[in-house]
């Protein structure tokens, strides 16, 4: 069973770099592509951005400007930064695989919840 | 990209069937198969209920079924049950090599 655990502050100041790790476990990060997606306090789900292991990305489109997503196959982990945050940025951050014959978030982590705020 | 287009609500009553919709563009539900549709209870990470528009993973009800025509996809509950009470969400992949989702619908079972 996959499983992944997202890590990282749970409170970032305006203007500065917003830092999560999701680790998996169950499954090599060779295996499948990830990606990161979050959700604002009340609001819908939005896609963020997908790293395969090889290090190919791609990012939301309004968000791309202040996104990186990096992976680390040593730990069997990959990375979120975004640049920049405001109070807009509040959300609980997901980390999920995403199935490459059927193109779904077939695996979730639990969430942690990023508050940007002095 | 602009989202999916979902109803903010949609109530039924136990036993009821009931239909959400997702309406999209030719770049993304219209043109493609993969659309998926996810639950989330309060508090609770996303499900995967429905992936490549009407496939349903393993261990997911038969009451859940998905389908497609043209730019809309549906998400189709039957037997609706309390623990149904949730919101859904449906995504697909779009030219851009991106996913979008659709704003979500609650469901009420009343």
């Known amino acids: 069973q996959v499983q992944l655990q997202e890590s990282g502050p749970g409170l970032v100041k305006p203007s500065e770099t917003l830092s999560l790790t999701c680790t998996v476990s169950?499954?090599?990060?060779?295996?499948?592509?990830w990606t990161w997606i979050r959700q604002a306090p009340g609001k819908g789900l939005e896609w963020i951005g997908y790293i395969y292991y090889s290090g190919s990305t791609n990012y939301n489109p309004s968000l791309k400007s202040r996104v990186t997503v990096s992976v680390d196959t040593s730990k069997n982990q990959f990375s979120l930064k975004m640049n920049s945050v405001t109070a807009a940025d509040t959300a609980v951050y997901y980390c999920?695989?995403?199935?490459?014959?059927?193109?779904?978030?077939?695996?979730w982590g639990q969430g942690t919840l990023v508050t940007v705020s002095s | 990209q602009s989202a999916l287009t979902q109803p903010a609500s949609v109530s039924g009553s136990p036993g009821q069937s009931i239909t959400f919709s997702c309406t999209g563009t030719?770049?993304?539900?219209?043109?493609?198969?993969?659309v998926s549709w996810y639950q989330q209870h309060p508090g609770k990470a996303p499900k995967l209920m429905i992936y490549?528009?009407?496939h349903r993973p393993s261990g997911v009800s038969n009451r859940f079924s998905g389908s497609k025509s043209g730019n809309t996809a549906s998400l189709t509950i039957s037997g609706l049950q309390a623990e149904d009470e949730a919101d859904y969400y449906c995504s697909s992949y779009t030219s851009g090599n991106t996913w979008v989702f659709g704003g979500g619908t609650k469901l009420t079972v009343v």
């Open positions: 999920a695989s995403v199935d490459m014959s059927q193109l779904d978030f077939d695996y």
């Open positions: 490549a528009v009407s």
């Open positions: 169950g499954a090599s990060i060779s295996r499948n592509y």
């Open positions: 030719s770049t993304d539900v219209g043109g493609y198969t993969y």
